[in-house]
């Protein structure tokens, strides 16, 4: 059987790595695993249920029974859209948390190896190149200054109808950003040969190229 091809792209939270992996995806016509939205629905799957956030045993019982779906940009949780609902910061928040737990990030590795599928996968998150997906085809650590992140995040915050303040952004961004990179179990650092690419002051369109060139020049 031919292996199937994945690109990874990891980064900070709001980096633009979302929307990058998704029209890279689109362009190639390739899967999409957003895998911080797994974290994110454990996140709420246990808020919802009472589960404490610092209750590993629980977070591993729910992130191991996740009914899923995502049906194009529709996320489903248990049956009910919540693709809007766990884009709130408090669930990024709590999902920043839950994610420094070695059981929880075990409970969702094969979750996540099953998005490889014909003809090829593009995955973004903090550690596909690192730990889910290490013999990716391309690497790519995508960053942004933090005041890029959060005037990006403040925007489409408004723009989904959420309440956001720009100095507390700044500061949750550092926060998540220190729990993301300082954790023990497979924190946020750039993969061995992953290609750098910082998108402060580049377009969405230059980014989504810039990884395409990268793709096309991988040899096949
Ligand atoms: O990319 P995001 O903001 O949707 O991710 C939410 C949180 O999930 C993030 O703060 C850290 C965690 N996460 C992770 O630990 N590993 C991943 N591969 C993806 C996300």
């Known amino acids: 059987m031919n292996r199937i091809p994945v690109i990874t792209i990891d980064g900070p939270t709001a980096s633009g790595k979302g929307t990058v992996a998704s029209r890279v995806a689109q362009t190639l016509?390739?899967?999409?695993?957003?895998?911080?939205?797994?974290?994110?629905?454990?996140?709420?799957?246990?808020?919802?249920?009472?589960?404490?956030?610092?209750?590993e045993p629980g977070l591993v019982g729910i992130a191991a029974g996740l009914d899923i779906r995502f049906e194009g940009?529709?996320?489903?949780?248990?049956?009910?859209?919540v693709s809007?609902?766990?884009?709130?910061?408090?669930v990024g928040v709590a999902a920043s948390?839950?994610?420094?737990?070695?059981?929880?990030r075990s409970a969702l590795v094969d979750l996540q190896h099953g998005f490889r599928r014909a003809p090829g996968l593009v995955a973004d998150g903090r550690d596909m190149g690192t730990v889910i997906f290490p013999d990716a085809d391309l690497k790519v650590f995508l960053?942004?200054?933090?005041?890029?992140?959060?005037?990006?995040?403040?925007?489409?915050?408004?723009?989904?109808?959420?309440?956001a303040n720009m100095r507390a952004l700044l500061q949750d961004l550092r926060d998540r950003d220190a729990r993301d990179t300082e954790r023990a179990v497979a924190p946020l650092k750039p993969a061995e040969g992953a290609h750098l690419l910082d998108t402060?002051?580049?377009?969405?369109?230059?980014?989504?190229?810039?990884?395409?060139?990268?793709?096309q020049s991988v040899p096949q």
């Open 29 to 55: 016509g390739f899967a999409l695993l957003d895998s911080g939205a797994l974290y994110r629905l454990t996140a709420l799957a246990a808020t919802e249920s009472g589960v404490d956030l610092g209750d």
């Open 143 to 163: 960053t942004a200054s933090v005041e890029a992140r959060a005037d990006r995040r403040y925007k489409q915050l408004i723009g989904k109808g959420f309440p």
């Open 84 to 90: 809007d609902a766990i884009r709130a910061e408090a």
């Open 200 to 215: 402060s002051d580049m377009t969405i369109e230059q980014a989504v190229e810039k990884v395409l060139g990268w793709y």
């Open 73 to 81: 940009e529709r996320i489903l949780l248990s049956g009910r859209e």
């Open 97 to 104: 948390r839950i994610a420094i737990l070695p059981g929880v």
